[in-house]
């Protein structure tokens, strides 16, 4: 099985010049022809025309689709979402729920929602990039949580993931359950429900 670090040595070659200039055509074109076509009808022969480039370039340099879609979407997850540090727990997490929102709602977050909850995500290498997406979201969002209990806001045994996915839930959830619209309004109301729910946050509760 190929890991997103494997993926990214087989796939390309960080280096200046044409080879770079392949590398990120083919990878918006698997990202554009992924939200329009849908995992099922996503063909490397698509690709290579929207890109521009010869398909055996990118069979030579991905092998196969599921390969070229990890790469992609590898790139595109590495953009770091800004962990706000506002002074204030009831800020931060009002904050953070708001730049879930704005990811979610951009081009971008529309995209890595049609990869990352489709069928692409059956693929091993698509599980993986999603696995190490979110446990990477999870780790850089921790500090704020552990900020909160240093200035005395949590109880210190407050669980940093529990409480950020606690706050994620309702988000997502709309998004992908119910398809109602998400804005700024419904990161707050999240932001807000995940913090009162914060004591019961805790080992063995």
């Keep these: 099985m190929a890991s997103a670090n494997s993926t990214e040595r087989r796939g390309t070659i960080r280096t200046g010049g044409r080879s770079a200039r392949v590398r990120a055509a083919v990878y918006e074109a698997t990202l554009l022809e992924m939200r329009q076509r849908g995992y099922a009808a996503l063909s490397i022969e698509d690709i290579a025309v929207r890109a521009g480039v010869h398909k055996t370039t990118i069979y030579r340099r991905w092998g196969t689709k599921d390969t070229l879609l990890a790469a992609a979407m590898g790139d595109l997850v590495e953009a770091r979402v800004p962990v706000p540090d506002t002074g204030a727990i009831e800020t931060d997490l009002r904050a953070y729920a708001r730049l879930i929102v704005d990811v979610l709602t951009s081009d971008a977050g529309a995209i890595l929602v049609a990869v990352l909850f489709s069928d692409a995500a059956r693929a ?46 309702p988000i997502y959830y709309r998004l992908l359950v119910t398809g109602e619209p998400i804005d700024h309004a419904v990161g707050d109301r999240a932001a807000l429900a995940a913090l009162a729910a914060a004591p019961a946050v805790r080992p063995g509760r």
């Design 124 to 169: 091993p290498e698509i599980a993986e990039v999603k696995r190490n997406h979110f446990a990477e979201r999870q780790r850089l969002a921790a500090p704020l949580v552990e900020r909160a209990i240093q200035r005395g806001e949590l109880p210190a045994d407050t669980d940093p993931h529990e409480l950020i996915a606690l706050m994620a839930a």
